[in-house]
């Protein structure tokens, strides 16, 4: 089957993991997102995931506390999270493998580039933790960087809403939602699509950004296919 999209770097958030849980793992939902994971790798895509680490832990939130202290906190979180999702992902059949910006070699193999790349046209799913590795960066930032060291051809963030809008959909009914945009403006309007730093490396390196709903997991297939889901930012 012709695909759009043939390597792609998905980000997911922690909070999609706990469904309305609100922390931790929903077993059935983290189920249905890997689902849709798989739909994709079926499909002949290639998937790195980097997953953010708020269903356990948010270093903005942690009040007096050292700010390296809780980032590194934070990125013990995505590590976890990638062991759960790599899991499951097995579970249904797909082969994966976990890589960390840490070392830390009981849990999972640190971050080689080669490595990496091999996994993925070998056919496994690779997961990617422990952010950037460095304080200060989010996991947007991560993902942005992951992707381009692999060579994606996009970078897929799933989100709770089905794009871009100019102003939060939640709060105000009349919100537009974008079906393009260009990170310029992005950075400009300062819209909530993912951090300035991350925004900043996409759009100096060519790296397009769909977002789109994670509600319903079957759009990361529908993504690789080239179908009109979400938001595309490019420049």
Not at 48 to 73: H, L, P, Q, Y
Not at 77 to 86: D, E, I, K, Q
Not at 206 to 218: A, K
Request: hydrophobic residues 45%.
């Amino acid at each position: 089957m012709n695909i759009k999209y043939h390597r792609i770097l998905l980000k997911l958030s922690g909070e999609a993991l706990a469904g309305e849980k609100g922390s931790g793992f929903d077993e059935n939902v983290m189920r249905s997102i890997c689902e849709g994971v798989k739909q994709a790798r079926d499909l002949g895509a290639q998937v790195g995931i980097v997953v953010g680490g708020g269903n356990f832990w948010r270093g903005r939130s942690s009040g007096d506390m050292e700010r390296t202290c809780a980032d590194k906190i934070g990125m013990l979180a995505t590590v976890m999270n990638c062991l759960a999702v790599s899991d499951m992902l097995r579970q249904l059949g797909v082969e994966s493998t976990v890589q960390t910006a840490m070392a830390m070699p009981q849990v999972a193999a640190p971050f080689v580039r080669d490595e990496a790349v091999k996994a993925l046209e070998a056919g496994q799913v690779v997961l990617f933790g422990g952010g950037t590795g460095n304080p200060f960066f989010s996991t947007d930032t991560a993902s942005a960087l992951r992707a381009l060291e692999i060579g994606a051809d996009a970078m897929f963030k799933a989100t709770m809403v089905d794009g871009v809008y100019d102003k939060d959909p939640h709060k105000y009914p009349d919100a537009v939602r974008y079906d393009t945009l260009t990170f310029t403006r992005v950075l400009e309007d300062r819209l909530a699509v993912m951090d300035g730093t991350a925004a900043s490396l996409c759009r100096d390196n060519g790296l397009p950004v769909l977002v789109f709903d994670l509600g319903q997991p079957e759009n990361i297939a529908r993504a690789v296919r080239g179908d009109a889901v979400g938001t595309l930012v490019k420049e």
